[in-house]
C-alpha cells in the first residue's frame, strides 16, 4: 500500500509548510500510515487539475484521489477503520468540524499576517509573484505593511486562544488524554508559522506552548523535525 500526499513548498523540497498540509501529515501519522511527497508549488496547479483540485493537499490512495484536508480526514477515518480513531466517534467528529472552522478563521486567519511577507521569501520567483499580487490583492496593502505591527498584533493573537487555553488546565490535549484530530487542526497552523518564520508567536509560560511542545515531539518527533529557518 503506497500512499502519496500533494505538499506545498516553496524553494526547499524538504520543507513542506501548509497548515491544511500538516493536518492531514499529523492525520496519517496518527492512523500509523505514512504517505510518501509530493512536492508541490502554488503554481503547478496542473500537477493537482487531474485530481479535481486547484489546492493541495491531496492524498492519493491507490486509485482514489482526495482532496481538502477535512474530506481527507473523513476518508482516513472511513477507509482505516481498524486503526486509531481521529476523532473517537460521531460526535468527536461533529465538534472537529467547529474546530476545523475555528482553526481556518481565527488560528490559520490569525496567524497569516504576521507571517505573511516570510513566506513570500521561501518561494521560488514565480511562485513569490503569484503569491504576492494574490495576497496583496487580498489585504489591500503589501505584504511588508500586513506584517508591520506583527509585535504589537500578537499579543491579541495570543488572547484569541483563550477557549483552548482554558481547556488545557484540565485536560492534555483537545482530543482529552491523548490527542486526536481536533488537536492536529490546530497544530498544523502553528506547524505552517514555524516551518516558514522565526516569529514568535508564543511565550514559553503559555500552556498552549506546552501542548505544541508535546506535539512536535509526537510521531517519533516528526514535526520536529522539519527545518526551520534561523531568525
Ligand atoms: N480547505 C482547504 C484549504 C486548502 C488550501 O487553501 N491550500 C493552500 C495551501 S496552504 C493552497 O493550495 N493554495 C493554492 C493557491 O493559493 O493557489 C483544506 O482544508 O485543505
Not at 92 to 106: E, L, S, T, V
Not at 127 to 142: G, I
Request: net charge neutral.
Amino acid at each position: 500500500m503506497t500512499l502519496h500526499l500533494f505538499e506545498l513548498v516553496g524553494t526547499d523540497a524538504a520543507r513542506p509548510f501548509s497548515p491544511f498540509c500538516w493536518r492531514s501529515r499529523m492525520a496519517l501519522a496518527h492512523k500509523g500510515l505514512s504517505a510518501k511527497s509530493l512536492p508541490w508549488r502554488f503554481t503547478e496547479k496542473a500537477a493537482i487539475a487531474p485530481h479535481r483540485s486547484e489546492k493541495v493537499p491531496v492524498l492519493l490512495d491507490r486509485d482514489k484521489s482526495v482532496a481538502d484536508s477535512w474530506t481527507i480526514a473523513l476518508y482516513l477515518e472511513d477507509a482505516y477503520p481498524d486503526r486509531p480513531s481521529l476523532f473517537g466517534g460521531e460526535g468527536g467528529q461533529a465538534m472537529a468540524r467547529m474546530i476545523n472552522w475555528w482553526g481556518d478563521i481565527a488560528v490559520i486567519g490569525g496567524i497569516f499576517p504576521f507571517i505573511v511577507a516570510d513566506i513570500a521569501s521561501r518561494l521560488g520567483p514565480a511562485d513569490a509573484a503569484y503569491f504576492r499580487e494574490s495576497r496583496e490583492a487580498r489585504f489591500k496593502k503589501s505584504l511588508e505593511e500586513v506584517a508591520s505591527d506583527r509585535d504589537r498584533a500578537v499579543e491579541g493573537f495570543r488572547r484569541s486562544l483563550d477557549p483552548m487555553r482554558l481547556t488545557l488546565r484540565t485536560q492534555p490535549y483537545l482530543g482529552g488524554e491523548t490527542p486526536n484530530y481536533a488537536d492536529y487542526i490546530v497544530f498544523g497552523a502553528f506547524q505552517w508559522a514555524r516551518v516558514v518564520s522565526p516569529f514568535k508567536l508564543l511565550t514559553e509560560n503559555d500552556p498552549v506552548y506546552a501542548w505544541r511542545e508535546k506535539l512536535l515531539d509526537a510521531f517519533d518527533g516528526m514535526a520536529r523535525k522539519s527545518p526551520t529557518y534561523p531568525a
